[in-house]
T-cell receptor
Framework: GQNIDQPTEMTATEGAIVQINCTYQTSGFNGLFWYQQHAGEAPTFLSY????GLEEKGRFSSFLSRSKGYSYLLLKELQMKDSASYLC??????????FGTGTRLLVSP | KAGVTQTPRYLIKTRGQQVTLSCSPISGHRSVSWYQQTPGQGLQFLFEYFSETQRNKGNFPGRFSGRQFSNSRSEMNVSTLELGDSALYLC?????????????FGPGTRLTVL
């Protein structure tokens, strides 16, 4: 089976850095995705990791450790528009993509 | 390229009825996945179709079914609706749905069961 854990909610202030963690247990591993979802909207793709290490994309970075079943999404220079839910998803055996319940991030002025 | 489209956007049904939701993927995409999203459970995987075949299935009862047509459009059906089926149903398409292949989500169908 597959199990994905993320914190339910986090708060941070504008301009700060926040790290959202994700731990997973899956049968098979074919990559880990991060998606952003604003309230009332569909999720949008942020990043993908399949090898250990850090992937950087502008203000967003994502890290993966396969041996530890662990990933994090790092958001720098937070802006108000970053207030959203962040979903961790793992592509496991048979290429099945399963999502965690998401972390709601609230950015305050 | 047009994005993923879902119809209808909103639907109200009563218990016991059945419903069919439709999803048109991005042109060229052959993988279509369906998810149920509720506040407490997050995004729950229903099933995935690839080239008209169900490739993966989540842990939902048999009342939830789907199919994919030769043009990659997909439908999902829920029979004998229950109050707990009220949710946002999201469809996502991908070129192949493997490896790095990211999924693109449609706007969803908001189903309310009364």
């Amino acid at each position: 089976g597959q199990n994905i854990d993320q914190p339910t909610e986090m708060t941070a202030t504008e301009g700060a850095i926040v790290q959202i963690n994700c731990t997973y247990q899956t049968s098979g591993f074919n990559g880990l995705f991060w998606y952003q979802q604003h309230a009332g909207e569909a999720p949008t793709f942020l990043s993908y990791n399949v090898l250990d290490g850090l992937e950087e994309k502008g203000r967003f970075s994502s890290f993966l450790s396969r041996s530890k079943g662990y990933s994090y999404l790092l958001l720098k220079e937070l802006q108000m528009k970053d207030s959203a839910s962040y979903l961790c998803a793992v592509r496991g055996g048979f290429q099945k993509l399963v999502f965690g319940t998401g972390t709601r991030l609230l950015v305050s002025p | 390229k047009a994005g993923v489209t879902q119809t209808p956007r909103y639907l109200i049904k009563t218990r016991g009825q059945q419903v069919t939701l439709s999803c048109s993927p991005i042109s060229g995409h052959r993988s279509v996945s369906w998810y149920q999203q509720t506040p407490g459970q997050g995004l729950q995987f229903l099933f995935e179709y690839f080239s008209e075949t169900q490739r993966n299935k989540g842990n939902f009862p048999g009342r939830f079914s789907g199919r994919q047509f030769s043009n990659s459009r997909s439908e999902m059906n829920v029979s004998t609706l229950e109050l707990g089926d009220s949710a946002l149903y999201l469809c996502a398409s991908a070129e192949t749905g493997t490896g790095l292949n990211e999924q693109f989500f449609g706007p969803g169908t908001r189903l309310t069961v009364l």
